[in-house]
């Protein structure tokens, strides 16, 4: 859930608006909240995330709606970049190991996205 800085949750609504301001200004494609709830799942489970986890995280009453995303890195699993496993390097608990994986792409991909829209970007660590 998306939440308002006193803390009161967001409607649906609001967080789209909020998202889509933000994508508009950083010069990305306009994508919603549950494109980006669906992004997290599969990445998180393309990172090995166990899936009882993952349905915790996701907010999932059923396990096969949790499943599903499992079945999607099964199927569509590769071999990971080097920076996301760089990021995995020596962290030994398995929510932090996936949560440093999961923002290592993030970075990789505003680094990508930044190069080819010749926006200049400073990332830190």
Known sequence: MVRRLDGTPKTDNDADTAIRRICRR???????????????GTHAALFGVNPWRLQAWLGHKRIDETMIYVHVAEV??????????????????????????????GKTVAKTAAAGSGISVAMTA
Do not use: K, S
């Open 26 to 40: 950083a010069g990305l494609p306009v994508r919603y909240f549950h494109v980006l709830r669906h992004t997290f």
């Open 76 to 105: 569509h699993g590769r071999e990971l970049p080097e920076e996301i496993q760089r990021a995995a390097a020596g962290v030994t608990d398995p929510d932090a190991r996936v949560l440093a994986m999961l923002g290592a792409r």
